[in-house]
């Protein structure tokens, strides 16, 4: 049965190849998955790696734990199962909206100077 694990400290030059490259001398990796930022595209700075058994998972704890990859110290354990989190109620923040004595359209700081002392 294949073992997930979290490797963290990575590189933002890590690859998925490459990480699956250097787990690769502790056994066989099944999955590589280097965690992207959806607006930059660029690595978050940790990844996942599936192992083929659970004795490769420990050999790759072992081995790999504290070492240099890419030229930073990684971070590797047994990766937690993902927790469920409550949903996202409301949305952003609440700036202004509606109108004010003037009758025009609110928002956050609008006309702030200009509204000082005005009424």
Do not use: C, H
Not at 10 to 32: I, K, P
Not at 49 to 58: K, R, S
Not at 89 to 106: A, K, L, M, Q
């Amino acid at each position: 049965m294949a073992k997930k694990l979290y490797v963290g400290g990575l590189s933002y030059n890590t690859t998925e190849d490459g990480l699956r490259e250097y787990f690769s001398q502790a056994g066989a990796v099944e999955s590589a998955a280097v965690v992207m930022d959806k607006f930059s595209g660029r690595s978050r700075g940790f990844g996942f790696i599936e192992m083929a058994t659970d004795e490769e998972a420990q050999k790759a704890i072992e081995t790999l734990n504290d070492t240099e990859l890419d030229g930073r110290r990684i971070s590797v354990a047994e990766a937690r199962p993902m927790e469920d989190r409550p949903a996202r109620t409301g949305g952003g923040y609440n700036r202004g909206g509606g109108f004010n004595r003037d009758n025009r359209g609110g928002g956050y700081n609008r006309d702030r100077d200009s509204k000082r002392n005005s009424w």
